[in-house]
């Protein structure tokens, strides 16, 4: 797993803790360091950004070569994980157990583009909190494609839990609408809204998800992004947040993902906080986003 940032990361530190560097030789490190990390998925600005900081960290340093290793990952590591803590945290269990006390389900909808593992991950998501104890209500909400009503049908049938689904080609608010008011009679703890994905720059699309969250009023929405896709995940994050927005992230495929900048570029640029990472393809591959975890990763000591 990002073994391709990783060796980046390590190169960038033993290249400026080899001497003491004037400030042409760092600039010349940091300029090939940002070539380096645009071919990790980290988006140009975020590289310019860790430049800029790791620069002036070490042009005021007066530092021995014994100790600048350490100075350099430990300044890598605080950039990093700033970006993450810049975003506040959403705690989806504390959420879901305010909404509980008043007596009223937690509505999730799940947006992104076909492919990125969506479905997967709603499943992934219905499983943890099945664990926990809640009750959980799946919603087909894709009229669209082809197998997605069967696909999530089927997932809700090895989970055990219930699917509200309509025909291919009926609107998908309405769908939606079901499952919240399903919910609400049944006292249903969660209900989990699939969306259509196709592209990002489909109009209809937009307007169809604007509708949903109109008629429901989701308590949060989810952007599933793909790890592999790099910085068209990027590109489509920001789409999805000009149109409907969301609150938070899951990035899927995180497991496949030799490059690993996609976490950070996501972040920085939607400003939103990843809520859980999906690490394979079973229903217990889906981990709370840990960023300490992803930046020791990336920044282990050889
Ligand atoms: P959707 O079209 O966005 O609903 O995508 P699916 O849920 O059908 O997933 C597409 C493929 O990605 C499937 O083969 C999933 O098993 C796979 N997938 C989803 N999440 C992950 C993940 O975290 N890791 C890996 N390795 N595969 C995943």
Redesign the pocket.
């Known amino acids: 797993m990002f073994e391709k940032l990783r060796n980046t990361f390590s190169l960038i530190i033993s290249n400026l803790s080899k001497h003491e560097l004037s400030e042409k030789e760092i600039n010349k490190v940091l300029e090939e360091m940002i070539l380096s990390l645009v071919e990790c998925d980290i988006a140009y600005e975020v590289a310019a950004e860790i430049s800029e900081n790791l620069k002036n960290m070490l042009l005021g340093k007066k530092v021995s070569n014994s100790e600048l290793k350490d100075i350099v990952r430990e300044n890598l590591r605080q950039i990093l994980l700033k970006i993450f803590y810049e975003i506040p945290k959403i705690d989806i269990i504390e959420r879901i157990n305010e909404k509980k006390k008043l007596n009223l389900p937690f509505v999730i909808l799940f947006l ?10 709603l499943a992934k998501v219905a499983y943890l909190l099945k664990k926990k104890g809640y009750s959980v209500v799946l919603v087909c909400g894709d009229t669209h494609r082809a197998g997605s009503i069967e ?1 999530l049908k089927q997932h809700a049938m090895k989970l055990g839990l219930k699917t509200i689904e309509q025909k291919y080609g009926a609107d998908p608010a309405a769908v939606a609408r079901d499952g919240v008011t399903y919910a609400k009679t049944h006292k249903v703890d969660v209900v989990l809204i699939d969306s259509a ?1 196709r592209i990002q720059t489909d109009k209809n699309l937009m307007d169809e998800l604007l509708k949903i969250v109109r008629v429901v009023s989701p308590d949060i929405k989810i952007f ?1 992004g793909d790890a592999l896709a790099g910085n068209d995940a990027v590109s489509q994050s920001k789409e999805f947040l000009k149109y409907t927005s969301f609150d938070g992230v899951i990035l ?5 993902d030799a490059k690993g900048g996609s976490a950070i570029s996501i972040v920085y640029a939607t400003k939103r906080p990843i809520l859980f990472i ?4 079973n229903y217990e ?1 889906l981990e709370e986003f840990v960023p300490e975890k992803l930046v020791d990763h990336i920044l282990l000591k050889e």
């Open positions: 992104g583009i076909n492919g990125t593992g969506k479905t997967t991950t696909q994905g599933v899927t495929k995180m497991d496949a999906g690490t394979g393809q591959d």
